[in-house]
């Protein structure tokens, strides 16, 4: 795997990869997120932002346009992260409330329940659907 790490005007690098839009990718992406979270001694997001990335990760693969996501791991303050995944579709992200018998439908409100905020920014390309974790323990 290589990392990707740039520096940000709040002096925090980021780390970001391009993946293929598949659904193997979750696994770098979550090793990408707890990778980011060690360096910045954020261990208590690690485990929350891994399963948050899986999440938006599978939305892309279903969703998505292109042959390629961007995941970007950044530390947008002291105790926050900010994972997000960008892919070329315009479509944005809908919650929905699945039946009981469903087997799919409840990412995003997995990701609300984790992330102190989470939305999707549109962009002449595509999109890019992004969650805040808080530090915690």
Same mark, same amino acid.
Request: contains cysteine; hydrophobic residues 40%.
């Given at each position: 795997?290589?990392?990707?790490?740039?520096?940000?005007?709040?002096?925090?690098?980021?780390?970001?990869?391009?993946?293929?839009?598949?659904?193997?990718?979750?696994?770098?992406?979550?090793?990408?997120?707890?990778?980011?979270?060690?360096?910045?001694?954020?261990?208590?997001?690690?485990?929350? !932002?891994?399963?948050? *990335?899986?999440? +938006?990760?599978? =939305?892309?693969?279903?969703?998505? &346009? %292109?042959?390629?996501?961007? $995941?970007?791991?950044?530390?947008?303050?002291?105790?926050?992260?900010?994972?997000?995944?960008?892919?070329?579709?315009?479509?944005?992200?809908?919650?929905?409330?699945?039946?009981?018998?469903?087997?799919?439908?409840? !990412?995003?409100?997995? *990701?609300?329940? +984790?992330?102190? =905020?989470?939305?999707?920014?549109? &962009? %002449?390309?595509?999109?890019? $659907?992004?969650?805040?974790?808080?530090?915690?323990?």
């Amino acid at each position: 795997m290589t990392v990707t790490t740039t520096s940000r005007p709040t002096g925090h690098p980021g780390y970001s990869e391009t993946l293929p839009r598949e659904p193997e990718s979750a696994a770098t992406a979550r090793r990408l997120v707890r990778a980011a979270c060690a360096a910045w001694g954020l261990h208590g997001a690690a485990e929350n !932002g891994a399963l948050v *990335v899986s999440e +938006l990760v599978a =939305n892309a693969v279903r969703h998505a &346009r %292109r042959d390629s996501i961007r $995941v970007v791991v950044e530390r947008v303050a002291p105790g926050t992260v900010r994972v997000a995944v960008a892919d070329f579709s315009r479509a944005l992200p809908e919650p929905c409330t699945p039946k009981d018998d469903d087997e799919g439908g409840r !990412g995003l409100t997995l *990701v609300a329940a +984790l992330a102190s =905020n989470w939305g999707a920014d549109e &962009r %002449r390309w595509g999109k890019v $659907v992004w969650a805040d974790l808080e530090e915690c323990g």
